[in-house]
């Protein structure tokens, strides 16, 4: 998905009961630095803006949660190979960030297809309280 050879991954999620929510991250960095994928869980979620990132074109999610809603994308132009996808479930909500995909590639089909893989176990055991 992002071409790159022993990549380096930090990042940790805290699932939680309290006010602030579950968090987190994991986030692949490319050996000498730059970063090339990102997943993050935050309590920011909000089916509102959800709703307008896709009145601005980006593409509804297939329903990968029942209740969530989402939505994916590819930034900028057809050579760029960044990418990505949201998943909203009440105030809870899971990004997957290509910021480097491979050029080729059906980038924006790899962060869904990542969202399908990820999103159902974070949003599930998010416990953000509406």
């Known amino acids: 998905m992002t071409g790159v050879q022993d990549p380096v991954v930090k990042g940790r999620f ?40 896709i009145s601005k074109g980006a593409k509804p999610l297939p329903e990968i949660v029942p209740g969530a809603i989402g939505h994916y994308g590819q930034d900028g132009s057809a050579d760029n190979t960044q990418a990505s996808a949201t998943l909203v479930h009440g105030l809870d909500q899971v990004i997957v960030e290509l910021w480097r995909g491979v050029k080729g590639r059906d980038n924006t089909a790899d962060v869904v297809a990542l969202m399908k893989l990820v999103g159902p176990k974070l949003i599930v055991e998010a416990k953000t309280k509406d």
């Not at 579950?22 to 509102?48: A, H, M, R, W």
């Open 14 to 53: 805290t699932m939680s009961t309290n006010e602030g929510g579950s968090s987190g991250g994991c986030f692949i960095y490319q050996s000498n630095g730059p970063k090339v994928l990102d997943v993050t869980l935050s309590p920011d979620g909000s089916k509102e803006e959800v709703d307008w990132v």
